[in-house]
């Protein structure tokens, strides 16, 4: 019994950290709610040139919460062989 709880709770661990471990995207700035310090967001919102996406990164804290900093980074497709 105790072999089955344990095997249960690692893949409930791993699933969990696999899932924060990607970065979110979303379609426009304005619908991250709450950036956290260090997280990053993609924004497919067009400003960016072609094969490029904008990333929104919760920068440094301030008086007022969290600074965000943006940038356009590539888009990174499926990987091919």
């Given at each position: 019994?105790?072999?089955r709880r344990t095997a249960f709770l690692s893949l409930l661990i791993?699933?969990?950290?696999?899932s924060t471990a990607h970065a979110a995207t979303v379609g426009r700035v304005e619908d991250i709610a709450d950036l956290k310090l260090g997280q990053r967001v993609l924004v497919d919102d067009g400003t960016c040139p072609a094969g490029q996406v904008k990333e929104v990164r919760g920068a440094k804290m301030t008086e007022k919460g969290v600074a965000r900093t943006s940038a356009c980074v590539p888009r990174y497709g499926p990987k091919s062989r």
């Open positions: 019994m105790s072999l791993s699933s969990v950290l696999a």
